[in-house]
């Protein structure tokens, strides 16, 4: 794997990013307090593709920016500034949860450089309830302890999963907080909370033109049958929309999918195939 680098955007702000491989461009877009590590586990099985990893602006690796611009606007226009910046004329997406958000509105916005996209448990209508769930954690730091204490945490409260190790639960916590000589920190820019609760105090957004933006691209979703955002009537309504929907769902999890499950390696590349 490479080094992370970065690259400057428009309004003057570092992004990090990592850049691997030859083939179909694909890019992979992180959830909401994520980093390109959310593709760990997923990108040992790719083939054949150059997968792009970028942190969006106030995560990870990249720089700090005012609240107000984590915002999928914002963020998408990152990645097509990102596009550029590596000669990517158009890419397929794989976008976890906020990722796929930001996917949908590329292919809305900037159609030709979409191939197609394959949403990790998220479509365009998002249950409240798992939303609301996010203003448990977001912003805010775990209590005192080790990484294992906290993955231990994760274990007995994550909703809708079931059968994953204790040791899975670390290697996932470990990609989403920094050990300090202070403790345990979060590894994004703790306003980002504040954009997450503007965005909820907005209401819901209609996201299904978004959605149909991806007519005629191939489109995947992968599901986390236990999921408290993606819902199974979601889903349901993203096949009546889309009858020729790849759907990948995963048991014993909830939100997200690690992407390493055999269901969503299946769909995921007969996705690709549909891309190339």
Known sequence: MSETRDFTTPDGLKIAFKDDGEGLPVIALAGLTRTHRDFDFLAPHLEGVRLVRPDYRGRGGSDWAE????????????IVALMDHLGIEKAAFIGTSRGGINAMFI???????????????????????????????????????????????????????????????????ER?????????????????????LAAMAAGDADLWPLFDALAGKPVAVIHGEGSDLLLDAHVAKMKERRPDLRV????????????????????????LDDCR
């Open 176 to 196: 989403n907080y920094d050990v300090t000589p202070e403790g345990i920190r979060i590894n994004y820019d703790p306003a980002l909370r504040d954009s997450y």
């Open 67 to 78: 609240w107000s611009t984590y915002a999928v606007p914002k963020e998408a226009g990152d």
């Open 107 to 173: 292919a809305a916005t900037a159609p030709e450089r979409v191939i197609g996209a394959c949403l990790n448990d998220v479509g365009p209508e998002i249950s409240r309830g798992g939303l609301e769930a996010i203003d448990a954690y977001i912003g805010r730091n775990p209590a005192d302890g080790t990484l294992e204490d906290v993955a231990r945490a994760r274990s007995e409260t994550a909703v809708g999963f079931a059968d994953v190790p204790l040791s899975r639960w670390i290697e996932e916590v």
């Open 248 to 271: 990948a769902e995963v048991p014993s999890r909830g939100h997200i999918p690690f992407l390493d499950e055999p269901e969503a390696l299946e769909v995921i590349s007969l996705w």
